[in-house]
């Protein structure tokens, strides 16, 4: 997964959620930042795309608190591994985050992104109404 994460970063620069998820959840006014970091990942565990909108292909979450239970680890950004990575950022306010019991409230003000060869390259974020993948 590590040498193809970058091209599949990449390959999805400018298109729309549309062309990501090969089930149906496109909802351009919906937040997919999990959804979108779990189809470059391959992260399908419950609840996902599939589950929540319908399809049969290879679904991925689309929840960052649940994304952030499932990692490994987690902690401080002080404190992450030297590695060229991939590695999942998780961005919320503090108090909404609790790393000893790797829990994380669901709320709206939340982001997930990977960072890829100590750079932010691959923090991606969707673009104007939600249509459109970009750095």
Same mark, same amino acid.
């Given at each position: 997964?590590?040498?193809?994460?970058?091209?599949?970063?990449?390959?999805?620069?400018?298109?729309?959620?549309?062309?990501?998820?090969?089930?149906r959840?496109?909802?351009?006014? $919906? /937040?997919?930042?999990? %959804?979108? !970091?779990?189809?470059?990942?391959?992260?399908?565990?419950?609840?996902?795309? =599939?589950?929540?909108?319908?399809?049969?292909?290879?679904? $991925? /979450?689309?929840?960052? %608190?649940? !994304?952030?239970?499932?990692?490994?680890?987690?902690?401080?950004?002080?404190? =992450?591994?030297?590695?060229?990575?991939?590695?999942?950022?998780?961005?919320?306010?503090?108090?909404? !985050?609790?790393?000893?019991?790797?829990?994380?409230?669901?709320?709206?003000?939340k982001?997930?992104?990977?960072?890829?060869?100590?750079?932010?390259?691959?923090?991606?974020q969707?673009?104007?109404?939600?249509?459109?993948?970009?750095?």
């Open positions: 997964m590590t040498q193809d994460i970058r091209s599949r970063l990449e390959n999805a620069l400018g298109k729309p959620i549309d062309d990501i998820c090969p089930n959840f496109h909802d351009h006014n $919906a /937040n997919h930042c999990a %959804h979108f !970091v779990s189809h470059m990942m391959g992260l399908d565990f419950s609840f996902n795309c =599939r589950e929540y909108k319908g399809g049969s292909q290879q679904p $991925a /979450n689309i929840r960052v %608190h649940e !994304v952030f239970k499932q990692c490994p680890k987690v902690g401080q950004w002080s404190d =992450r591994p030297t590695t060229d990575g991939p590695l999942l950022v998780f961005v919320t306010r503090t108090n909404n !985050v609790d790393i000893h019991t790797k829990t994380m409230g669901n709320i709206p003000q982001h997930i992104g990977v960072f890829y060869k100590r750079a932010y390259l691959s923090l991606f969707l673009q104007g109404n939600g249509s459109q993948m970009g750095t």
